[in-house]
Structures are given as structure tokens and as C-alpha cells.
């Protein structure tokens, strides 16, 4: 999974793993964030457009039987708001949406992220197998 930003011009992306930039990979989801903000900090508003990207692949016995990718496209905001979730989604928010994906019910981010949309293209490829 990772989360793509123009702001970088294509060149940095954010890896959930590795996330971006830091020495270790055991970065707090705040020190993410704070990175991110760092790093955007001088990015107008209408550049910190931002996708994350959720990719599913179902398997069995080493053979791959199909894969399902969703996207969530938004926006950087400038500084976190919410509680909810986790990573960076006290800074995104969705396109469509004044809040952020930390600021929205659970029910609402759980049907428009881009890992809901993934688990949406997943069922019917395991659904085939069951």
C-alpha cells in the first residue's frame, strides 16, 4: 500500500511500511505525520493533492487467482484534526469531504477508502474459488 502525492512531484511516495524517510521503520504514526507536514510545508493548498493505494492479491498454493486495487484520492491538509483511524488520516481528506479521514464516523471511512474499495474487488475473485 502507499500513498502517492504530487507535492513530491512523483518522486518521494509514502510507503505505509517505510513510510517516508525516516532511519527506522518504527516511526510513530506522529512522527509521520509531522514529517509529511514538514516536508509539505511551503505546498499550496491546490498542490497537496494525494492518493492512497490499496492492492489485494489472492493466492492459494503459489498460484495467483486474481488482484483488486482501490483508491482513495484527496488532499494533504495543513495540519491533523480527528481522532479516529490511524497513519495519516488525521491529515487526508477524501475528495468530496470537509473532514478528514480522522475526523469522519468510522462507517463513512470504512465505505469510501481505498482498502474498502479493494475488499470490494476482492469478493467476487474469492467468491469464484469458494
Not at 98 to 113: D, Q, W, Y
Amino acid at each position: 500500500m502507499e500513498g502517492v502525492s504530487p507535492a513530491f512531484n512523483q518522486r518521494q511516495r509514502c510507503f505505509s511500511g517505510v513510510r517516508i524517510g525516516f532511519s527506522h521503520a518504527r516511526a510513530t504514526d506522529r512522527e509521520n505525520n509531522a514529517k509529511l507536514l514538514k516536508l509539505t510545508k511551503n505546498t499550496p493548498a491546490g498542490k497537496r493533492g494525494a492518493t492512497f493505494v490499496c492492492v489485494i492479491a489472492i493466492a492459494e498454493g503459489g498460484n495467483l487467482l486474481g488482484v483488486s486495487e482501490g483508491k482513495c484520492s484527496g488532499r494533504i491538509g495543513f495540519e491533523p484534526k480527528g481522532k479516529n483511524g490511524f497513519g495519516y488520516d488525521p491529515l487526508f481528506m477524501p475528495k468530496g469531504y470537509k473532514k478528514t479521514f480522522a475526523e469522519l464516523k468510522p462507517g463513512v471511512k470504512n465505505t469510501i477508502s481505498h482498502r474498502a474499495r479493494a475488499l470490494k474487488g476482492a469478493k467476487p475473485i474469492v467468491r469464484k474459488y469458494l
